[in-house]
DNA sequence: AATCAAAAGATTTTCGAAAATATGTGTTTC
DNA sequence: GAAACACATATTTTCGAAAATCTTTTGATT
């Protein structure tokens, strides 16, 4: 068969599953809207069979949701669930956090320390209307974060911390775009001193310093969600 | 299209799901076994599409495991998986009934009341040997301790519940069928003592009553899988 | 006998036509 | 005008053949 874009040894149900994900999350596709065979067959030089596997998977993440008989949809995002899903994710990377502070060896806090820099740097040479420098930084955030819950030796709170991530991320790609720099907020001090808390192995600082943290940017999103909600509806 | 078996106004590929599920939870796949399309097409009644479609949707919830282009086989169970398993149970569950012990109003209180009894009603009339019962009473087990945890106002929370609960239930299934009557163990005793605690309000007690009883269950299982583990190893 | 290559076989993965279902439009009836 | 029905269109869902890939067997060579 003739691969009419690339071959990077993933079936065509991998790729367009990647790519739909990624749609998804930078908002290409917005939520709630219908996604529909034929236009995505198009888009995605797929058949039905990979194309379907590929939103099966998604629904199963919570990006999109299935009617049946019915097609899917791009799962809808609210108030209700970014709240919900930033205090679950509090709750789960606090212990997650506490017992990577007690587990964690070396290895650990190379990784802290690593991604802690390249977060930096990506964030000096990122471009607030660049699309592409804004998702390498997204990427660098959560590999940081990823990081300092990763000595945890929990494979299950792994996977839950994981997809809460998933849930919570839709919400942060539209604020990187319309808010170049933030004004009142130093994210790269935030990070600095989490990560510093938790290279001490001060567990009780650590967890408050990201609670803190959270419920910050929990703070930032839902009120730019709520503006945009306004915006959009009185289009 | 002429349907071989009986139309329950689902998909085929619903239905396929519902099935193969059934029989990876009750134990007729085995862990670790292949699972062939053909194999499967001839089991389900159903084509390609739906097939992959149903265990893709599996191995997205951990169910199954897949590996591109050698396809999909029943995932694997081990004691690290039980253990971590388990304790993450318990980290999500004494949360979760903590705010509902909180929150929870009649409803609530009914829920639990109803489901305790039809757990009890359920128990009394189980054979050991009938695996009809014994989902049956897996069923009421399951709907009594979600039901506890249902007043939690939080729907990532209860989402996880549900995936981490689908992830120990295997474990259970063939510890049942094995163990006709646990002598030294009172399960309606424990599961009334949790219920009790919780509608009086006693958070604290209910949650250690709650933490004790699933570290009771990891002993159990733990002991069962490896007495399963070393006897299969042996053939 | 061990090693490797090519062929044969088995299995997964993809495609597009056909069936099943949902949605929209117009017509009739009251 | 509103409800009910039939028809036409749009969309999802399913099927089975064909292509792509992996696995095993065969056979030649050292």
Redesign the interface.
Known sequence: MARTTSNPS??LG?QAYARIRHEIISGVFAPDQPLRLAQLQERCGAG??PL??AL??L????LVVSE??RGFRVAPLSLD?LR??M??RI??EA?ALWRSIERGGDEWEMRIVSSLHALGRQNERTQPDDPDSLAALEERHRDFHVALVSASG????E??IDN?YL?SVRYRMPSLSNMPSNPSRDLMAEHGAISEAALARDAARAVGLLTAHYRLTADVLSLAHSERMARTAGR
Chains 1, 2 share one sequence.
């Open positions: 993933k079936s991998e039905f069979s379907r596997e099966t998977r629904a199963a993440e919570g049946s008989m669930d919900d899903t205090e679950t709750f789960v212990e929990s494979r299950r709170l996977q839950i809460l849930g």
